[in-house]
């Protein structure tokens, strides 16, 4: 079976990248509260006001680090690749081995070269064995290149370092579906959509185990609240027709 990038981006598929990161304890202490706005801001979909509050910071204090890592964040999120570049970069120019600007600097890569975003990745979880972030971007990336199994095996590990963490667990019920095992990515994805803090995209994703799982009804009801019944008969449609190239 043979799933490609392509393929994923015509079903309207996103595997989750990213995540809110830890913030760098010695920024905190002075701008904690701005820079949780600002993460919290961005996980709701606001990146230009978690732009607007990086650069509130750096315009006092240019090199807090955990700001520049937030500012890169939201201009890669609005689409601007040469700020966010820039951003990372001058993070990385004041801790070079800072983990969150090395991880926005290989998602930008992910575009351009899935191979050298791997490489950027691997060369991450090679110093940081253990962060769940740096796993969870290169499960995503393997995924991207159909090497489910081996993304799953780094999903595995990523959980085993951080059991909470929802992208990776999302993002490991995913390549279980477009690996053909709909049911236990259905079954992985059942109390995440139902809670009452689930989100669209969590819905979406639980759909798309569904109807891997050939629960295409099932997957119709969890659309139905976030879709017009159109929208929803068009998205199960779709969906149903990847699992149809998926099954070849």
Request: a negative charge.
């Given at each position: 079976m043979r799933i490609s990038a392509a393929a994923i981006a015509l079903a309207g598929v996103t595997l989750l990248v990213g995540c809110k990161s830890a913030p760098n304890g010695a920024d905190i202490?002075?701008?904690?509260?701005?820079?949780?706005?600002a993460r919290d801001a961005l996980s709701e979909g606001e990146a230009g006001t978690s732009l607007a509050i990086a650069r509130g910071i750096l315009s006092s204090q240019p090199n807090n680090l955990a700001a520049l890592d937030q500012a890169g964040d939201a201009q890669a999120a609005l689409g601007d690749r040469l700020a966010a570049d820039s951003s990372y970069r001058r993070a990385l120019a004041l801790a070079p081995h800072d983990v969150r600007a090395r991880l926005g600097l290989g998602k930008l890569q992910v575009r351009?070269?899935?191979p050298a975003a791997e490489a950027s990745f691997r060369a991450v979880v090679a110093d940081a064995p253990n962060n769940a972030l740096a796993l969870n971007d290169l499960g995503y990336v393997l995924d991207l290149q159909e090497r489910h199994a081996e993304a799953q095996t780094i999903y595995e590990r990523a959980l085993a370092a951080e059991p909470t963490r929802l992208a990776t667990r999302v993002n490991m019920a995913l390549s279980l579906a477009l690996s053909g095992h709909g049911a236990r990515?259905?079954?992985m994805l059942k109390d995440v959509a139902a809670s009452s803090n689930a989100t669209p995209r969590v819905?979406?994703?639980f759909a798309?185990?569904?109807v891997m799982a050939g629960h295409d009804k099932d997957a119709a009801m969890t659309l139905g609240g976030d879709l017009t019944p159109a929208e929803t008969e068009s998205a199960v449609s779709g969906l149903a027709q990847f699992r149809g190239i998926a099954s070849k």
């Open positions: 202490a002075t701008n904690g509260p701005s820079l949780q706005a351009d070269s899935l990515a259905e079954q819905r979406a994703d798309l185990a569904q």
